[in-house]
């Protein structure tokens, strides 16, 4: 079926209470299918706005990084995701570094493997 972007950042939204309920934000809720094109790009915009006041190291704030750093990489912004997953990882090692155990191992692994595929899409394979 057919959903307006503005309609379903509402409906995720409104759904959004804490990491726990992140479903609306990049997957149907009545399917299960992950979206796609314009309605995955405008939700990962939308998602990461709404936390880009919270601190850095909360796993809300995380969670929506490392969906927009995902969302740049299906859409080919391979220099954007790039510079999405560096900061990321540089988030979660200044709580490495801080003894802060909230850097979750699957976000850490997550935002690695992206990082690694930007940067092989984009030919640097030296680095990734």
Excluded: P
């Excluded at 979206?35 to 939308?46: K, P, Q, S, Y």
């Excluded at 740049?72 to 003894?99: D, F, T, W, Y």
């Amino acid at each position: 079926g057919l959903a307006h972007v503005g309609c379903r950042i509402e409906a995720a939204a409104h759904g959004y209470t804490h990491s726990d309920d992140l479903w609306g934000w990049h997957s149907c809720v009545t399917c299960g299918l992950q979206f796609t094109g314009r309605m995955n790009v405008g939700l990962a915009e939308a998602w990461y706005t709404s936390v880009s006041d919270l601190d850095e190291r909360t796993g809300d704030w995380q969670q929506a990084a490392a969906n927009r750093a995902t969302m740049l990489a299906k859409e080919g912004r391979h220099a954007e995701c790039e510079m999405q997953s560096r900061a990321l990882m540089a988030v979660h090692e200044r709580m490495r570094r801080e003894g802060i155990e909230r850097a979750h191992a699957r976000n850490r692994i997550q935002t690695a493997q992206c990082l690694g595929s930007a940067l092989r899409n984009q030919g640097k394979y030296a680095e990734a």
